[in-house]
Nanobody, 114 residues
Framework: QVHLVESGGGLVQAGGSLSLSCAAS????????MGWYRQAPEKQRELVAK??????NYADSVKGRFTISRNNAKDTVYLQMNRLKPEDTAVYYC?????????WGQGTQVTVSS
């Protein structure tokens, strides 16, 4: 069983930065995409950013502020979040997709104070 472990969440003031990381408990064969989603209270989970061999894409709300990257050798994905806004407050989940499986982390809280 593969587990994804996120780290790096916390409390930050608006305009600040946080960096999230997500590591797999063991090597994952056949990764297609790695990504980050978030879910704010009483809202649906939404895609923040994802990355594959074809490139990366971002939600419009985070373009220019967030950067996703990955370390293929370690099956780890990162999310650098700059110029954070209160509306970025949510639980952030990492996700890894293969051709036959989808893995999710347990989530890490990001809170941005105004």
């Amino acid at each position: 069983q593969v587990h994804l472990v996120e780290s790096g969440g916390g409390l930050v003031q608006a305009g600040g930065s946080l960096s999230l990381s997500c590591a797999a408990s063991r090597s994952i064969f056949g990764i297609r995409t790695m990504g980050w989603y978030r879910q704010a209270p009483e809202k649906q989970r939404e895609l923040v950013a994802k990355i594959s061999t074809a490139g990366s894409n971002y939600a419009d709300s985070v373009k220019g502020r967030f950067t996703i990257s990955r370390n293929n050798a370690k099956d780890t994905v990162y999310l650098q979040m700059n110029r954070l806004k209160p509306e970025d407050t949510a639980v952030y989940y990492c996700n890894v997709e293969t051709s036959w499986s989808s893995y999710w982390g347990q989530g890490t809280q990001v809170t941005v104070s105004s």
